[in-house]
């Protein structure tokens, strides 16, 4: 059973940085695609970024182009979002997801709970 | 960045079939495939279709979709009120290089 647990979220002042974490159990990691996914309260779901599986390509929103990094640790079994200069405007419920049968521009079979980030002062 | 267009709001009473739209260009629904969403109040999204049109393992057969062109849509039949949650369609689009998500439709039963 693939199981997804994010951590690292919490509360950032503007300008501030994070640093959120996503352990995924239960399939073989490094061959695919995971994505973060936020949702601000209540609003609707927002894509942020994606790297994909063996070749480590990466793809961000325009809103956080430049400010987030996404990585992962193959042999830990994780995935990585720095998140630097935050605004208000990230504050949101993220979501880790992945699939295990497609590329990056499949579907989010599996989800986490997700991790909470708050920004403000 | 642009998101797919769903209407905000549909109804329906039990027993009832509902269809969701999902409204998109060339670069993404008329490109990629087009998935589906559920999210049930407080809880995290989980997938209802994908690839167009295909339903995963434990998705009911009452749950249908279909794509033309640059739209799609999501068919609920028999409506039960477990089925009143928000819907998201999602899409790659090949000229941003990125996901793109509808609003979301809110599904009142």
């Known amino acids: 059973e693939v199981q997804v647990l994010e951590s690292g979220g919490g509360l950032a002042q503007p300008g501030g940085s994070l640093r959120l974490s996503c352990i995924i159990s239960g399939f073989a990691f490094s061959e695919h695609p995971i994505h973060w996914i936020r949702q601000s309260p209540g609003e609707g779901l927002e894509w942020v970024s994606t790297i994909s599986g063996p070749d480590y390509l990466t793809f961000y929103a325009d809103s956080v182009k430049g400010r987030f990094t996404i990585s992962r640790d193959n042999s830990k079994n994780t995935l990585y979002l720095q998140m630097n200069s935050l605004r208000a405007e990230d504050t949101a419920l993220y979501y880790c997801?992945?699939?295990?049968?497609?590329?990056?521009?499949?579907?989010?079979?599996?989800w986490g709970q997700g991790t909470l980030v708050t920004v403000s002062s | 960045q642009s998101v797919l267009t769903q209407p905000p709001s549909a109804s329906g009473t039990p027993g009832q079939r509902v269809t969701l739209s999902c409204s998109g260009s060339?670069?993404?629904?008329?490109?990629?495939?087009v998935h589906w969403y559920q999210q049930l109040p407080g809880t995290a999204p989980k997938l209802l279709i994908y690839?167009?049109?295909q339903r995963p393992s434990g998705v009911p057969d009452r749950v249908s979709a279909s794509k033309a062109g640059t739209s799609a849509s999501l068919a609920i039949s028999g409506l039960r009120s477990e089925d009143e949650a928000d819907y998201y369609c999602a899409a790659w689009d090949d000229i941003l290089r990125g996901w793109l998500f509808g609003g979301g439709t809110k599904l009142t039963v």
């Open positions: 060339t670069s993404n629904i008329g490109s990629n495939g």
């Open positions: 690839r167009d049109n």
């Open positions: 997801t992945t699939v295990e049968n497609g590329g990056y521009a499949d579907h989010f079979e599996y």
